[in-house]
């Protein structure tokens, strides 16, 4: 497709936030949608549309320490890559890798796709990340992974057949030839994937065959859908899934960036979800443009989900599912029931840099957003955390008789500001917006402004700090900025954690 036709593509993303590598399938007229979710516990982000524009999240895939054991030593943006999220002979089926284990690729199901999820089935024959699983219509069923390679599995038990053997290495010359799908449709298989890397050079490009198996012939037209080397707000493009409507029209789910600031430009929120009709010429899929203004616009009516909560007042005792924690939340260390109406963290002696952290927040979904909590440090030191990862964050944190604002920046970390404070519970505050003036090619992204809010209500900002440092540009990796709470030391206890879109 031309780059100017690309580039026509609209900017919001349907899932927005920390929210990669899509799956997407449908069930009559309910659509639902898994993505990665790394170093986080709970794991793999469940959500569930009727419009395929608006989606709420109604639970997380990977909830239980049974099915998902992440330990101390899991770096930032390691743990749960890519799942595949399929429904087939009336069960829901997700695979998906924890390179925590070493190529761990697992296997899960469930009849409720909100759970109970499974324990897992491993699959140690699938030596690859980004598993794919297809059935033929004689119920053989093929996984196909990164690189791309493919073997025939049994997934009730994890079993594969013979040796894999590689069906397509995608565009010669572009590299990573990931995130494999494959789908019967009509008389062809088609094998979809991602390549040219999860960056700026990111794209998507089909092949098809008449056999699961191959031999595949690529689409003339590769790469399907790329923005690279084009101006449009939305970069880095690819990682994308296939989904057929009612209707009978079909439609692309894909992740993709949006870099702001100067040069080279720095992505905040980690890689979002977005949406694209798809239309068929020559039996090659033609990718249109980005919802939720896409265009043609879905021939059946939007149906927004319940509206989005904001504030939680930790009344109930499960934490809703956007909460997530740093590799695990055992209740020793997080819970509501301590102290009822309360979040309770308890630090395990480490800090916000180290791998033992005890932080849970919830993914930092816009551009502009001002997040508050009500923290009660009189038994720790904790506080409120813009947390890219563990060598890259922003917090304001309460001892009981002062505040400080830490930057840790890579291999610095410093208190940029300290304010002495009555003892008592006090609320602390983020608030993310426009970097300040003047704008040139080295401006930042956004700017994170941290302070703590005065009873009459007046916000007291103690730092302001450029944010491109909590940028994957910046920090590497696969994830996105995550806004919460923490323990660094004893316990520490949170009344509310309030988040609100602001404009920009
Ligand atoms: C994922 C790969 C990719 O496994 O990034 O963008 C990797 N695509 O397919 C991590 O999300």
């Given at each position: ?409 890579g291999d610095l970390r410093t208190a940029v500001a300290t304010r002495a ?84």
């Open positions: 497709m031309p780059l100017q036709q690309q580039a026509a593509r609209a900017a919001d993303p349907v899932i927005p936030g920390f929210h990669p590598d899509p799956s997407v399938c449908r069930v009559g007229d309910d659509y639902y949608l898994a993505c990665s979710s790394f170093e986080y516990f709970p794991g793999v982000p469940l959500f569930h549309s009727r419009d395929l524009v608006h989606w709420t999240q109604i639970g997380n895939v990977l909830d239980r320490p049974e099915q998902l054991r992440l330990p101390a030593s899991t770096p930032s943006s390691g743990g749960i890559y890519a799942p595949t999220l399929r429904h087939h002979d009336g069960r829901f089926w997700l695979m998906v890798t924890n390179v925590a284990e070493g190529a761990g690729n697992l296997i899960v199901t469930a009849t409720d796709p909100a759970g109970p999820w499974s324990d897992p089935v491993r699959v140690p024959g699938v030596p690859g990340i980004d598993p794919d699983l297809a059935w033929e219509e004689d119920g053989t069923c093929w996984c196909t992974f990164a690189g791309v390679a493919q073997v025939r599995i049994d997934p009730a038990t994890g079993r594969t057949y013979g040796t894999p053997h590689t069906l397509w290495s995608g565009t010669p010359g572009a590299k990573a030839p990931e995130a494999p799908h494959l789908y019967r449709i009509g008389d062809h298989w088609y094998l979809l994937i991602a390549e040219g890397g999860t960056e700026r050079g990111h794209g998507v490009s089909i092949a098809r065959s008449r056999t699961p198996d191959g031999p595949f012939e690529p689409c003339p037209a590769n790469p399907i859908l790329t923005h690279r080397s084009t101006g449009h707000p939305v970069q880095n493009t690819g990682h994308a899934d296939l989904v057929q409507a009612p209707d009978g029209s079909w439609w692309m789910v894909f992740l993709g960036v949006r870099p702001h600031g100067g040069t080279p430009g720095w992505h905040v929120l980690g890689r979002e979800t977005f949406l694209a009709p798809v239309t068929w010429a020559d039996g090659w899929p033609v990718v249109g443009e980005v919802a939720p203004n896409p265009t043609p616009a879905p021939p059946w009516p939007l149906v927004p989900g319940p509206a989005e909560e904001h504030r939680d007042d930790f009344e109930s005792r499960e934490l809703r599912p956007s909460w997530i924690s740093v590799r695990d939340r055992s209740p020793d260390h997080c819970t509501t029931e301590e102290r009822p109406g309360w979040l309770t963290l308890s630090a395990r002696g480490g800090s916000l840099d180290e791998p033992d952290v005890v932080f849970t927040g919830r993914r930092q979904q816009h551009l502009a957003c001002r997040a508050r909590t009500l923290v009660d440090p009189s038994a720790g030191r904790g506080g409120l955390a813009v947390r890219l990862d563990e060598r890259h964050h922003y917090a304001i944190e309460a001892t009981g008789t002062e505040v400080r604002v830490i930057a840790r920046v404070v009555p003892a008592g519970p006090l609320v602390l505050g983020v608030t993310v917006g426009d970097p300040p003036p003047p704008h040139g090619p080295c401006t930042g992204p956004d700017a994170v402004s941290l302070g703590i809010e005065r009873p009459d209500g007046t916000f007291t900002e103690l730092a302001s700090l450029d944010g491109r440092y909590l940028s994957t540009e910046v920090a590497g990796g696969f994830t996105g900025r995550v806004i919460g709470m923490y323990a660094a030391a004893g316990t520490v206890r949170f009344d509310w954690f309030d988040y609100e879109p602001l404009d920009r």
